[in-house]
């Protein structure tokens, strides 16, 4: 017995040593690009794509005998017009032969080096990378080599640039420095997945760093693909760009499920403050749904304002929690803000009451600061189609309290308030006390206009009136021609009502 293992060990060890002499041999004595021709055509016909192989062939060894490929290009189809669908510098393959027995395919490694791929959907939907195959004529009859059992041990990519434009969606997106590691890929098998790449498109730029389980779903459409795609994992953006606005570092638990990508928890560091919450994205709808749920703490509202606008119109710490929600450009939902130790830019709520002020009095209006400081803005947001609407608008400062309703239209940028100035400074005089108290207890202000360009001033209408009944009360039924001019200018809709009352003291 002890002598029959002995043989047969000596056997194996035998037939192990002719293996590597004859693998060292083939691979020293046969030039693999003596069937480059060969090569290509097989490549060709896997992809259903015309092959350009410019380089040499040489063998690999490590970590499997496979071959590598140099200066690889793929053609174009007709009618598009670049050369070239994709090109890469290297493609390495590595192909284990015993499980070819057994009808599968069995690839220990894929590694693409210096690839560059553009990928096209022109305006007539046609795009260049679908293949006209169909799932049946991806089995050979004559063959035993079955594609649907297709096993991958480890695809690389290593610096990629990929560059994708659908014309009818107008989509431009850049994907550059890529490096790509998928392992054990099969389709419907959980196979993960890690990549780190830079993403830019005209509304959107980021650092992109990921790390997932994902499941794919066998020779399907692009459609059915988003549909039973399944992965979760990890993602971090930095460096992130949206619409102007720039956001330090995102961190995501990733979920995808049935067309529908969810991001939660998510944590973010975006102008000096911090906002946690979630995220989730539907993509097998036309259009696609949305919803958003943030708490955002301590944001330098300066700073985003002039990222966003072009402009800091306001001052402060911002404090914001959303719950939105839409579809498309449809937005919906809620918005609760509030601004401490903050300020008003280019508006003057002292300049607009020293208005009303100066009409009591008869006298110039006393030029004051362009700006408003306050200690606190508070309110509450409701969009509904793209209309934000509120009712409960706070804002207090050390000389005045003002409380606001009206609406901004997100579409056409219009914004309508209507807001109470109650002043708190005991030393203003008893006709503009006696005046805020005939108002309801307050000063009434309009804010109209868009939010690009506004106007702020009193409501000359309801001042003037009430000065009116005031004043004739004090001079028992004379009434002052000034207040008249003003309320006459009111009536004939004159806008700047405050340059009418400045003319009365010339």
Request: charged share 15%; hydrophobic share 40%.
């Amino acid at each position: 017995m002890l002598k029959a293992i002995k043989l047969i060990t000596k056997s194996l060890i035998l037939f192990i040593l002719i293996l590597c002499i004859g693998g060292v041999l083939f691979v020293n004595l046969v030039n693999p690009n003596r069937f480059k021709t060969v090569i290509t055509q097989e490549i060709s016909k896997a992809i259903d794509k015309e092959v350009i192989i410019d380089g040499n062939i040489h063998w690999t060894f490590y970590p499997w005998l496979g071959l590598e490929l140099d200066q690889v290009k793929v053609k174009n189809p007709t009618g598009f017009s670049e050369p070239f669908l994709a090109t890469a510098q290297k493609l390495q393959l590595n192909l284990a032969t015993l499980p070819l027995l057994k009808g599968q395919i069995h690839i220990g490694r894929i590694k693409i080096q210096k690839l560059n791929a553009d990928l096209v959907t022109e305006a007539n939907g046609h795009n260049n990378w679908q293949t006209t195959k169909t799932k049946k004529s991806t089995s050979n009859s004559n063959s035993n080599i079955n594609v649907e059992k297709l096993h991958v041990s480890s695809v690389s990519i290593v610096d990629g640039h990929i560059h994708w434009k659908n014309v009818p969606a107008k989509q431009d997106i850049t994907i550059d420095s890529l490096n790509f590691t998928g392992q054990y890929f099969a389709f419907n098998k959980e196979f993960p997945i890690t990549a780190h790449f830079s993403i830019a498109e005209p509304q959107f730029s980021a650092n992109v760093f990921l790390k997932i389980k994902m499941l794919l779903p066998e020779f399907v459409d692009a459609k059915q693909m988003i549909e039973q795609m399944q992965a979760d994992g990890s993602l971090e953006l930095n460096q992130v760009k949206v619409n102007h606005l720039h956001i330090n570092q995102i961190q995501s638990t990733l979920s995808i499920r049935k067309g529908s990508i969810r991001l939660s928890p998510m944590q973010a560091e975006m102008y000096h403050g911090t906002a946690s919450g979630l995220a989730q994205f539907t993509m097998n709808t036309s259009p696609s749904n949305f919803l958003i749920q943030q708490s955002l703490k301590q944001l330098n509202l300066g700073s985003l304002l002039q990222d966003t606008q072009k402009e800091r119109s306001m001052e402060g710490t911002l404090d914001l929690d959303t719950k939105l929600s839409g579809s498309g450009n449809n937005l919906n939902g809620q918005m609760n803000f509030t601004i401490r130790n903050g300020v008003l830019k280019n508006v003057s709520i002292p300049q607009v009451i020293g208005l009303v002020t100066a009409l009591i009095h008869q006298k110039m209006p006393v030029k004051n600061s362009k700006d408003t400081p306050f200690t606190s803005f508070t309110g509450t947001m409701n969009i509904d189609n793209n209309v934000m609407h509120s009712d409960n608008l706070v804002l207090n400062s050390p000389s005045f309290k003002i409380t606001g309703v009206g609406t901004t239209n997100l579409n056409t940028k219009e914004i309508h308030y209507d807001l109470k100035v109650t002043l708190l400074d005991s030393d203003l005089g008893k006709s503009i006390v006696k005046l805020q108290q005939a108002l309801g207890g307050g000063i009434p202000v309009l804010v109209r206009g868009t939010y690009d360009h506004y106007t702020v001033q009193p409501n000359y209408a309801a001042v003037t009136a009430v000065t009116a009944a005031l004043l004739l009360e004090e001079t028992g039924g004379q009434i002052v021609p000034a207040v008249k001019n003003v309320g006459d200018a009111v009536g004939k809709g004159v806008r700047d009502v405050g340059k009418v009352i400045k003319g009365i003291f010339h």
